[in-house]
């Protein structure tokens, strides 16, 4: 009994971890064409890092932290503060 209680333990704990895996796996970053598609998802822009301070002055929104999303539209960070289209 003990036996199988552990061996269903070891195969569900296998199964959610490669299950986890896969959902980071397939997960695409988004490019956006332009900072007014991206404001509509991200209302504040998108942000580099949490330390990244912002240079061009008040904005209204908080910018989502993500490395991955910058990367992707970092070309649209006019001010190359580290924050891409902040508002």
């Known amino acids: 009994m003990?036996?199988?209680?552990?061996?269903t333990l070891s195969f569900g704990l296998v199964l959610s971890f490669s299950f986890g895996s896969?959902?980071?796996?397939?997960?695409?970053?988004?490019t956006f064409k332009n900072c007014t598609e991206l404001n509509k998802?991200?209302?504040?822009?998108v942000a580099r890092s949490s330390k990244v301070k912002n240079k061009?002055?008040?904005?209204?929104?908080?910018?989502v932290v993500s490395s991955s999303l910058y990367k992707a539209n970092s070309s649209k960070?006019?001010?190359k503060?580290?924050?891409a289209c902040e508002r």
């Open 41 to 45: 998802v991200y209302k504040g822009g």
């Open 56 to 63: 061009g002055g008040k904005t209204k929104y908080k910018p």
């Open 81 to 83: 503060d580290g924050i």
């Open 22 to 30: 896969m959902d980071t796996a397939e997960a695409k970053t988004k």
């Open 77 to 79: 960070d006019r001010d």
């Open 2 to 7: 003990k036996k199988l209680i552990g061996t």
